[in-house]
């Protein structure tokens, strides 16, 4: 019983984040829409914030199990957007929030974790410098984590897929001539 009142609460919580700004919803909104006590809420989380975090750390587990190989930076740009993309609304109101941060951090692991998994798609094997490796990963983490931070910051008005596909033409083979530069 415990699991599906976390699910309710969850869910109705998302559903509210979908309708109206984080800094309007409030637990008796919540407990109200989900038919469980106050307590019922505060047993499973302390406030909203507490809310916020397990959700879109969830969220975040989520889309790092989904992508387990990444053989493209486009394929990495695209599991970052849909990080954001899955609930747009409910994410601008936490974007666009006081809790901005638990959003951010939560990107910058699933940025760092798709990445990793990129890089070592791309070097197959072979050896690079460890300073090479955490610059040319980070050089890739930091513009997966820009394109979805301008992309929100823009009020998400821009085809994002469509600039993702134009700049991964731009972009192609850059990584594996860092890489080549490495070893060589």
């Keep these: 019983m415990s699991n599906l009142t976390q699910k309710a ?3 109705t919580f998302i559903e509210l984040l979908n309708e109206m700004p984080l800094n309007q919803i409030t637990v008796k909104q919540i407990v109200e829409k989900c038919g469980i006590n106050r307590n019922s809420f505060y047993y499973h989380y302390q406030d909203i914030p507490a809310l916020i975090e397990e959700i879109v750390i969830e969220e975040a587990d989520r889309i790092i199990a989904e992508y387990p190989d990444i053989d493209s930076i486009e394929t990495a740009l695209k599991a970052a957007i849909d990080f954001a993309a899955g609930n747009r609304k409910a994410i601008f109101h936490i974007y666009n929030s006081v809790n901005r941060d638990i959003f951010e951090q939560s990107l910058w692991r699933v940025c760092d974790s798709i990445v990793g998994t990129y890089c070592n798609g791309l070097l197959k094997g072979r050896t690079i410098d460890p300073l090479d490796r955490e610059v040319i990963e980070r050089f890739v983490r930091c513009e997966c984590f820009g394109v979805v931070i ?5 009020g998400a008005a821009v085809d994002v897929h469509a600039q993702i596909e134009r ?3 731009l972009y192609r083979g850059m990584p ?3 890489i080549k530069r490495s070893i060589g």
Excluded: A, G, V, Y
Excluded at 150 to 154: C, F, I, K, R, Y
């Design 150 to 154: 301008e992309w929100l910051n823009t």
């Design 167 to 169: 700049f991964c033409r």
């Design 9 to 11: 609460i969850k869910d």
């Design 176 to 178: 594996e001539e860092l």
